[in-house]
């Protein structure tokens, strides 16, 4: 974490009464900065409240997420842009998420539609890039979280 991603947590904890070791860990979305910058902001305004990765792809030393840890939100500069808290993980085939879960999303219109075009062109390549080829029923990893700050 660099130093204003690290200020930034400190000053969080203190206006939430929490230790300062608290575990918490910081990330951008997407595979792009223009994804970064996107969900960031569409986080920071309460609008996506759930993520989706994949289960397959998390390197066996990565540990999955956890209802209850902190999240700190960086734009595409490592800027800090907001925290989250995950309040449900489960893992669910990718052809059974809900339109619920995909309206959570807050990407594009909302809708399942969109959400399943982006998704798809995501996934695809995001198990391309390790070789894999993704299919429908791949095991996904999906996080519902509230923006706190």
């Given at each position: 974490m660099n130093k204003q991603v690290q200020q930034f947590w400190q000053d969080f904890c203190q206006n939430h009464n929490l230790e300062l070791n608290t575990p918490v860990q910081a990330w951008a979305f997407g595979a792009t900065s223009q994804q970064a910058d996107e969900l960031a902001y569409l986080v920071s305004r309460g609008i996506k409240t759930a993520?989706?990765?994949?289960?397959?792809?998390y390197d066996?030393?990565?540990?999955l997420p956890e209802a209850?840890?902190?999240?700190i939100i960086l734009n595409s500069k490592d800027e800090p842009v907001c925290v989250i808290?995950?309040?449900?993980?489960?893992?669910?085939?990718?052809n059974l998420i809900s339109k619920e879960y995909a309206y959570h999303e807050g990407e594009g219109d909302r809708s399942y539609e969109y959400w399943r075009r982006a998704h798809d062109d995501f996934f695809n390549w995001e198990y391309q890039e390790v070789g894999k080829e993704f299919y429908p029923q791949a095991p996904m990893v999906c996080e519902v979280f509230e923006k706190v700050e």
């Open positions: 993520t989706t990765s994949a289960y397959e792809l066996k030393n990565e540990k209850g840890e902190w999240n808290q995950d309040k449900l993980v489960e893992i669910i085939p990718y």
